[in-house]
């Protein structure tokens, strides 16, 4: 029987010639499964509202095509609600530009090059706030105050002039500044998206006015590769930053650090609660090791598998994530919190429509009730399957930490990006049942 193998997706996010040793794509456009952008027009009725619930599963099965991929995420992480109209979502997408030109405006007038088409990779001052004099950042922001867009000094000379700074929130900023260069030149450098100067200034605009925008996380390495593909799928760069910001609202708790804690610990400890549930002689194995604290796995978790899988790959893992994680109230969840809670109470007894909802979300909702604990993300599954999967090679060749380290890190290119969703799925559903019967 014929078999369709599907179109290859590489053509879209094109490798550099002399990059011959990235991770092979296994994602494949295939007419019927992946979601085509004739399909996508069809899910929307003429006013605008979206049939979320056959968007999902059609993204489960087949993926998305990149041609529609922004548009579509933009959905899938909450920038817009399915229920909308489409003269209410242009009224929110040009509202939502119009805030971040004042973010980045605000930023521009501490620091010239923001916009500029130009970034740093060297520190611009201590934690002291005392100016440091590079020569070449000294060079670069006098250039980039020259650039300006009306060629006065429109108050960025005084971001520019090399002072001490006083005020603590402006002083974290800049200290962040450079570490965003260093992190923006070593983001998908095999793309040949990233040989332009100008995309990788975007990438550093976008991160320097997101960590500006989070005072609370500001920025943190492994930010940049959670960033990067939307502005790659989406050209409008504050369209780009809107994405990433709604990625954030998910991962942020993992990048929030204080003097005793870093976020993703937290995670990292429902991992190895969910694996001491599903595969008790493997966790005891780590343990025994001293990898109880799962340490092991922080990256998987923080840049959401972006090193194991190619750039396209991940892309297509991210979209099944979001897609069976969808929440169709997920938009106000973000724009509305205090009316989200207030729906929520008031449908209390009623069940949500669960045909709108991802099928992780709706086995969620199955268990879930008053007083329940929030669920853990499929995230943790899919690390938790991945470690399932290397269950027998962990427990015979790892005789320490190194190992568990060799291991994992042998997996790159290696993944299927589908049947590590699948695998989350069962173990997520394993995982509920015997939750339930330890509870009873």
Known sequence: MWRDHGTPADSFYQVRLECTDVPKTRFRIKAGKTLSARKWRAAFTSEGYLDIGKTLSRIYRGG??????????????????PKSTFEEREHIRQRKRAQYAVLKEKCRTMFPMIGSGRFITAPLIT?????????????????????????QQNGASAGCEMVKEYDKRIIQWKLSLHQIGLDVVRTDRTLVFYEKQENLAKLWDILSVYAWFDKDVNYCQGMSDLCSPMIILLDDEADAFWCFERLMRRLRGNFRCTERSVGVEAQLSNLASVTQVIDP??????????????????????????REFSFADSLYLWEM???LEYDPDLFLMYEDPDLAAEKSEGSKGRAKSTRQCGKFERENLKVGGKGAEAPLPISVFLVASVLKDKSTKLLTEAKGIDDVVKILNDITGNLDAKKACTGAMKLHKKYLKKAANANR
Not at 65 to 79: A, T
Not at 283 to 304: C, P, Q
């Open 64 to 81: 998305i095509h990149p041609s529609i991929r922004g548009e579509v995420w933009e959905f899938l992480l909450g920038c817009y609600d």
């Open 321 to 323: 994530m979001w897609a």
């Open 127 to 151: 934690e002291n706030g005392d100016p440091i004099l590079d020569p070449i950042t000294l060079q670069e922001a006098q250039a980039a105050k020259e650039l300006s867009s009306d060629g």
């Open 281 to 306: 002689k493997l966790h005891h194995h780590l343990e025994t090791l001293g990898g109880g604290d799962y340490l092991f796995a922080i990256r998987m978790l923080m840049v959401l598998f972006r």
